[in-house]
């Protein structure tokens, strides 16, 4: 192999090397405490539409606690529903 050659294969080397795309290691928009507080959020706020809904359609039919237990778990249901469409959306955003 002459110089030319080693040259040449040197600078494909390094012309490969410049297109790679070099992927940040931590997304800024997902660190650690945005994506605990969005964990929260999406917990809490179900939880507390949940538990809204159920304490006024208890008060209107006047049914203790039924309703109010009833849409609690609708509530976490739902904020569960919407932290695993978020984090789905970030890991195929990621990818």
Not at 3 to 18: R, T
Not at 61 to 86: E, H, K, Q, T, W
Request: proline share 3%.
């Amino acid at each position: 192999m002459n110089d030319n050659e080693k040259l040449n294969e040197l600078e494909e080397k390094i012309a490969k090397f410049k297109k790679q795309e070099e992927k940040p290691v931590v997304n800024p928009n997902n660190s650690g405490h945005s994506l605990a507080a969005r964990v929260i959020t999406d917990l809490a706020s179900g939880l507390l539409v949940g538990g809204v809904i159920g304490y006024f359609l208890d008060k209107a039919f006047d049914s203790s606690p039924l309703c109010l237990v009833i849409f609690l778990f609708v509530g976490i249901a739902a904020g569960f529903m919407n932290l695993y469409r978020s984090l789905d959306k970030d890991v195929k955003s990621d990818e």
